[in-house]
T-cell receptor
Framework: GQNIDQPTEMTATEGAIVQINCTYQ??????LFWYQQHAGEAPTFLSY??LDGLEEKGRFSSFLSRSKGYSYLLLKELQMKDSASYLCASRPDSNYQLIWGAGTKLIIKP | DVKVTQSSRYLVKRTGEKVFLECVQDMDHENMFWYRQDPGLGLRLIYFSYDVKMKEKGDIPEGYSVSREKKERFSLILESASTNQTSMYLC?????????????FGPGTRLTVL
């Protein structure tokens, strides 16, 4: 079967660092996406990993281990505006469908 | 700036009504998607279209149909709305053959069926 797991909710403090994990089991693999979704808004693209390793983009980094079926999103210097849901999605093959996780709701406290 | 728009942010319909949800993108993207998003579940694909007049069923097509007569527009139709179709509906588009092929989403339509 095809499955994506990520924690339902996480809480972190403003200015701190948080790591959101995602594990996937899909029939094939052609890349992993992270999206951010603020409440009541559209998901917006954050990152894409297809090779093992860490991709850094400002305060956000995304890591992939293909052999472990594992990814994480790392958010540094947390700001209140980072309060959102973070969606992980695996692309099993080169066609159109993505397999989506249920999302991790991140709550930032002052 | 890339843009995907949806015809309504909020919609309230009665059981048995025919419902049309419209999605328009201005990016000349080939691929378009309709998802529904429910609490505790990932985005679930209803239908997608890889080009004009082309459509493919996703994971949960029952009770829905789609239309793609023009490249920029992808419509989702609920032939006879039911209460279990109360949900957030998200449209997305994607440029086929781009380096990453990420999907761009519209703001969503929150549909309530009474």
């Amino acid at each position: 079967g095809q499955n994506i797991d990520q924690p339902t909710e996480m809480t972190a403090t403003e200015g701190a660092i948080v790591q959101i994990n995602c594990t996937y089991q899909t029939s094939g693999f052609n890349g992993l996406f992270w999206y951010q979704q603020h409440a009541g808004e559209a998901p917006t693209f954050l990152s894409y990993n297809v090779l093992d390793g860490l991709e850094e983009k400002g305060r956000f980094s995304s890591f992939l281990s293909r052999s472990k079926g594992y990814s994480y999103l790392l958010l540094k210097e947390l700001q209140m505006k980072d309060s959102a849901s973070y969606l992980c999605a695996s692309r099993p093959d080169s066609n159109y469908q993505l397999i989506w996780g249920a999302g991790t709701k991140l709550i930032i406290k002052p | 700036d890339v843009k995907v728009t949806q015809s309504s942010r909020y919609l309230v319909k009665r059981t048995g009504e025919k419902v049309f949800l419209e999605c328009v993108q201005d990016m000349d993207h080939e691929n378009m998607f309709w998802y529904r998003q429910d609490p505790g579940l990932g985005l679930r694909l209803i239908y997608f279209s890889y080009d004009v007049k082309m459509k493919e069923k996703g994971d949960i097509p029952e009770g829905y149909s789609v239309s793609r007569e023009k490249k920029e527009r992808f419509s989702l139709i609920l032939e006879s709305a039911s209460t279990n179709q109360t949900s957030m509906y998200l449209c997305a588009s994607r440029k086929q053959g781009s380096r990453i092929e990420q999907q761009f989403f519209g703001p969503g339509t929150r549909l309530t069926v009474l």
